[in-house]
């Protein structure tokens, strides 16, 4: 996963990257890998219907960490996404993202203090689709490791398709659930 560029400064994309002895940099790049592993941690608990039901305090402490948490990495994200390799293509995508990211987790919290289950609902499962998307997109990445497809086209798609797609994985599911409990 993504925990080794907390302890390694020249690990993974690090690498290849001049900016990554920036102490500013990499500062802001491991703040937005260690958020992004609490919101990618913590996600999952707020869509278990037994601790949501049962224990509503721990669903709140959940949701306050990965909102939090959320909103500190993708203005992270933002910061570094001018910094990202393929230029143009994947800064605009990984700023996109981060501000698709921030939206979508903001629309849930705001829906939630005006008491919109449905819409807190449906905010919080296109947050977490987005937080997935460092998954998804790792996952594309195995497509050069494994083969012999060049590297930098599949990251540059890397930036844009994974988080499209999660959200319409997300919607389908959440439409779903809406179904089964109208």
């Known amino acids: 996963m993504s925990a080794h560029y907390l302890y390694e400064n020249q690990s993974g994309i690090l690498r290849s990257k001049d900016i990554a002895s920036n102490v500013w940099y990499l500062s802001v790049f491991r ?3 260690l958020l992004g592993l609490v919101a990618i941690s913590t996600g ?3 869509f278990v219907n037994r601790i949501r039901e049962k224990n509503r305090l721990i669903h709140k402490l959940f949701g306050y960490t ?4 959320v909103g500190i990495s993708s203005l992270c994200g933002i ?3 001018p910094f990202s390799m393929g230029g143009w293509i994947t800064s605009y995508g990984f700023t996109l993202l981060a501000i698709a990211w921030l939206f979508t987790t903001v629309k849930s919290l705001l829906a939630i203090k005006s008491s919109d289950l449905y819409n807190h609902r449906l905010w919080s499962y ?7 998307t460092a998954i998804t997109q790792r996952t594309m990445l195995l497509i050069p490791l494994l083969t012999s497809v060049s590297f930098m086209p599949v990251y540059q798609l890397s930036a844009w398709l994974p988080w499209p797609l999660n959200l319409i994985i997300a919607l389908l599911i959440f439409n779903s659930y809406s179904s089964t409990k109208s």
């Open 66 to 69: 990965y909102f939090i948490s």
């Open 44 to 46: 999952p608990f707020q």
């Open 31 to 33: 703040a937005h890998v």
């Open 79 to 81: 910061m570094i996404a």
């Open 126 to 132: 296109l947050s977490y689709a987005l937080t997935f």
